[in-house]
């Protein structure tokens, strides 16, 4: 199939137009439009009730074997595409092959074959359906925040699984995006994950379109690439045509349509220094975080998926500071053995090349759920608050056989290099002893068992996630290895604001100083007892926020990869005086607004040291 171009209007040229889209990845592009116009599948029938089944079950077999085979080969070009670009696309691929197997849509479909569907109207109806059930699960509250997101997100991955099924059932084509003229910006009404899989970065300039938004995968997937791009441009197409020049800035999320020539030279100076930023990032990569007085901290990824694993290669992170292994439990019906545990640790450790890596056992409960485990009767249905019910180590502690097998095959990949063993949502040392008990049996089991695990045990720490952790850290740190301080729920506890409930966002501040107190508190606590501290919440990416955690006496830090460079450069930048200093006035402040300010000011001053 071919992309296709709208004819030119018959209207006179306009003069210079400003559209606003969702800014969803940054970089600014000057260039000339290509529109990519894609061919409907044919309209359904969704009313039949007389087809054969056994028929419609062939069809939808063939249909499900070709998107399986157009996946594997997306699959193929993983290796053609920038390294942050296999992240999102590695992952998304998994997600839509599991759909594609034995899964909960499959059944639907067939079990709606049963009833004489069309194929194409039950897999719309039973991707709709299991869409609608992510936005409003039954019997639960709306998702709110990050959880209203990824119910969104997941919602689109049925949706577009959905797509591609019809497609193959009615043979309708997709867009080719391989002859596209080089240095093009893309207009699209819209473009799916798969379809930006597809693009070439070094060839596309930006990629604007009128519908989509920033938290899908298709905007992750164009961040993973960096391409500059805007989505919800609302009018676009109804402005552009083929070779339309435009401005695309995916910082502000502006367009500007046939740029005047003041527009374009301005837009050509933010284009210089946007290369210039991305190359001085990339440099950084090889550097040390070292501060401008000398002292050399740790900076570690968070790995939520393995499928991130390029990127925090390229981000020249020192291992992985958190493995959050609920992806296990991901998107799966059965919960995996202690074989495929070991199978999906082994290669994250070998690729870490020697850097540790530091595994999370699943914290599951409270916002975060899992079909697989409801399954076999665990959840937090019964609780009435959640995020104060059973979850993380209350919950494996309740479920032994769970921590038991993530033990086993942790300790199974260990010899592979070194490893670090974490426990998630403590609040009391009874709960580390007895997971260390625990930890301690398993070990020597594999042992008498003849299985070649390290001696001793891998370390095995702590989140410091609630107050009484961060209250009791002496006590806890002569019992655990490490301690990693988790301030994305230590904030939520600390303030009692939930931290996906939009209505009390303004209250989660992870920057307010009963916060700060906390993580003060368990630094001085780890030094105390020589065991490494790190940060591993959001906060640990915030470039402005980082060097106050130094002056509170924290190390070591662990942030999504593509924070690594940012928080480099900041820590690369900050003096040990200064960030003591910060650390002081922080303690003394009144609340969390106060603290920002005087963070925006010292990055004001270290940039420009003339000013006042
Ligand atoms: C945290 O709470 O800060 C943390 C790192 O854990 P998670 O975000 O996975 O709850
Ligand atoms: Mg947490």
New binding site residues.
């Given amino acids: 199939m071919k992309t296709t171009e709208r004819r030119p209007p018959r209207r006179p040229r306009a003069g210079e137009v400003r559209l606003e889209g969702q800014p969803v990845s940054p970089g600014v592009a000057i260039g000339q439009a290509t529109v990519a116009h894609e061919p409907a599948p044919p309209p359904v029938d969704m009313a039949r009730r007389d087809c054969d089944p056994a028929h419609e079950r062939t069809r939808l077999h063939d249909a499900i074997g070709r998107s399986v085979a157009q996946l594997g080969r997306l699959h193929d070009r993983l290796a053609l595409l920038p390294e942050d670009g296999q992240v999102e696309i590695g992952s998304l691929l998994e997600v839509y092959r599991r759909m594609l197997g034995p899964s909960r849509l499959r059944r639907g479909i067939e079990a709606r074959l049963e009833h004489g569907m069309l194929a194409e109207a039950a897999v719309m109806q039973e991707t709709e359906a299991l869409a609608a059930l992510m936005l409003a699960p039954p019997g639960r509250p709306a998702p709110q925040g990050e959880d209203a997101v990824a119910a969104r997100r997941r919602a689109g991955e049925f949706r577009e699984i959905g797509r591609r099924l019809v497609r193959n059932l009615s043979g309708t084509p997709y867009r080719s995006f391989s002859t596209l003229p080089d240095g093009a910006i893309l207009v699209a009404e819209q473009l799916r994950p798969a379809d930006a899989a597809l693009i070439d970065p070094s060839r596309i300039a930006a990629v604007v379109t009128e519908e989509g938004g920033s938290t899908g995968h298709t905007a992750i997937l164009l961040r993973a690439l960096g391409i500059p791009a805007v989505l919800a441009a609302h009018g676009l197409l109804a402005q552009v045509r083929r070779r339309t020049r435009l401005v695309v800035d995916g910082t502000t999320g502006h367009v500007v349509i046939r740029p005047s020539s003041r527009t374009a030279a301005a837009a050509r100076v933010d284009v210089a220094a946007y290369a210039r930023e991305r190359q001085m990032l990339g440099r950084l990569r090889r550097l040390p975080a070292r501060l401008s007085s000398g002292e050399v901290l740790t900076l570690q990824a968070n790995l939520e998926i393995p499928a991130e694993l390029p990127m925090v290669a390229q981000s020249g992170a020192a291992g992985i500071g958190?493995l959050?292994s609920e992806f296990l439990f991901m998107n799966t019906d059965t919960l995996p053995d202690e074989a495929r545990q070991e199978a999906i640790y082994l290669p994250l450790i070998e690729a870490m090349a020697g850097d540790p890596v530091t595994i999370r056992v699943v914290?599951w409960g409270s916002e975060k759920n899992s079909d697989a485990l409801s399954r076999v009767g665990i959840g937090n249905g019964g609780d009435v608050n959640p995020a104060l019910g059973v979850r993380g180590i209350r919950l494996l502690l309740q479920h032994r056989a769970l921590l038991e097998t993530q033990f086993a095959a942790i300790l199974r990949a260990a010899h592979a290099g070194p490893v670090r063993v974490l426990l998630?949502m403590v609040s009391g040392v009874g709960e580390l002893r007895a997971a260390r008990d625990i930890y301690a049996r398993v070990g020597r089991r594999l042992r008498r068992r003849g299985v070649e695990i390290p001696d001793p045990l891998p370390p095995l720490g702590i989140?410091i996630?609630t107050p009484a952790a961060a209250l009791m850290a002496d006590v806890l740190a002569q019992e655990a290895e490490f301690l990693a301080i988790?301030?994305?729920?230590?904030t939520m506890y600390a303030l009692a604001a939930d931290r996906a409930a939009a209505d009390v966002a303004a209250l989660y501040d992870p920057l307010h100083p009963a916060v700060l107190r906390l993580v003060r508190m368990t630094a001085d606590a780890g030094l105390r007892q020589r065991r490494p501290v790190s940060v591993?919440?959001?906060l640990a990416s915030d470039p402005l926020a980082v060097p106050l955690l130094v002056g509170l006496g924290v190390r070591s830090f662990s942030m999504h990869a593509s924070a690594v460079p940012r928080v480099k450069r900041a820590i690369r930048a900050a003096a040990m005086d200064d960030c003591r200093r910060m650390a002081c006035r922080a303690l003394e402040a009144t609340d969390g607004e106060e603290v920002r300010t005087m963070l925006a000011t010292y990055t004001h001053d270290l940039r420009h040291p003339g000013d006042g």
Avoid at 486 to 490: H, K
Wanted: hydrophobic share 20%; glycine share 14%.
């Fill in positions: 958190l959050r914290d998630p989140m996630e988790g301030t994305n729920d230590l591993c919440g959001e």
